[in-house]
């Protein structure tokens, strides 16, 4: 009897763990709110939905592109607001050497790699560790040996929390279990100061705080330069509208710019978004040495929220990051990450209106 009794309460404790890891585990939609700011989030790619944010007279809007339901981010292919990775960027004919060995990578671009392959950590459904509804909620998701061809067992997190006023951190980490991997991570959030559904961002003012980018092919796979922004349409030394050097360049921006980055996860600023009619301004801070910037050239014709259609330079995306294409380029700084080591990656949007 007592063996009985054993067992059924085996069963019982087995079959809860069960229910908990299938309720971390189902996708659903989750509010980060404190005052009038408020943040949705999705466990499905970890994706920022919306963000609502008070313009200079109270009024609030949702600042980021997206879609109403999950069904439509499983179809996005502009990977609105996720985090994308293993290794974030392109690949250069998706493969790479580590160790002496190659490693041939699942293409998605032509040939090379983009955002981690066909199923990157943005299609993916990851966990919910813990979730505060006025503080935080922390993702995380175990990239397995061989996923999109990369080595090694990976235990990623991503938690994204509100501090002070009006201010988001994304904190993503990662630690390799078994061999050494690249690890690069990247928050592909599409901003619009404006709103979501104000049409283009040609009058946001922009300021990035780099003085160099990383050039790059016609497949826009860096040729492994980096040269000095001064005297091109890529300088952003000093805040000025995105229009304004726009008609120089053939398909608007979509570059990595070498921050002004003292190394060992020194912490600065990277960038300030300013938009005159709400008033709204965001400063983004990092501990990466590039950031991503994409005038969404690419996006084309898009369904969005509330069936608002979206265009090309609807929205601005500022993805902090390491360099593209770094695991080719050995002068680049290095995104290998060893077994005993922890990536993190810190990012702070500090929003005001005025």
């Known amino acids: 009897m007592a063996k009985i009794w054993e067992m059924c309460l085996f069963l019982l404790l087995a079959f809860s763990i069960v229910r908990v890891f299938e309720a971390r585990s189902t996708i659903g939609v989750y509010e980060l709110k404190r005052g009038n700011f408020s943040v949705k989030l999705t466990n499905y790619g970890a994706i920022v939905v919306s963000v609502f944010l008070p313009d200079r007279n109270g009024k609030l809007d949702d600042v980021v592109l ?25 690949i250069k004919g998706a493969r790479f050497i580590l160790n002496g060995k190659k490693y041939k990578l699942v293409p998605n671009e032509g040939n090379n790699m983009l955002h981690g392959g066909p199923k990157g950590f943005s299609d993916v459904v990851w966990q ?10 922390t993702f995380t998701y175990n990239s397995t040996n061989g996923e999109e061809g990369f080595p090694g067992d990976l235990h990623v997190s991503v938690t994204y929390m509100l501090i002070n006023t009006n201010q988001l951190s994304v904190i993503m980490r990662a630690t390799p279990l078994s061999k050494a991997t690249p690890v690069n991570l990247a928050s592909h959030t599409y901003w619009n ?80 978004v300013y938009e005159s ?7 983004l801070w990092t501990n990466q040495p590039g950031l991503q910037f994409y ?44 077994p005993g080591e922890r990536y993190e990656h810190v990012m702070v949007y500090r929003f005001t209106a005025n």
């Not at 921006?253 to 996860?265: F, M, S």
């Not at 009619?277 to 400063?283: A, C, D, F, I, L």
């Not at 084309?300 to 265009?311: A, D, L, P, S």
């Open 128 to 137: 919910v560790e813990s979730y505060n509804t006025d503080s935080y909620i």
């Open 295 to 338: 005038t969404s050239n690419l996006m084309g014709t898009v369904k969005g929220k509330g069936g608002v259609t979206y265009n090309n330079y609807d929205a601005i995306c500022l993805e902090t990051q390491g360099f593209p294409d770094a695991v080719n380029h050995p002068h680049f700084p290095s995104q290998v990450v060893k």
């Open 66 to 90: 997206g879609f109403d339901s999950i069904e439509d981010y499983k179809n996005d292919t502009a990977y609105f607001g996720a985090i994308v990775g293993r290794v974030a960027n392109r």
């Open 193 to 272: 100061l404006a709103g979501h559904n104000s049409g283009d961002v040609f009058s946001h003012q922009v300021q990035l705080l780099a003085d160099k980018i990383t050039p790059v092919d016609k497949e826009l796979i860096p040729t492994g330069d980096i040269l000095p922004v001064k005297g091109t349409p890529y300088d952003f030394l000093h805040i000025h509208e995105v229009k304004s050097k726009f008609h120089e360049l053939p398909n608007g921006y979509d570059i990595n710019y070498v921050l002004k980055y003292e190394g060992d996860g020194h912490f600065h600023k990277a960038a300030v």
């Open 277 to 283: 009619k709400s008033g709204r301004k965001m400063e």
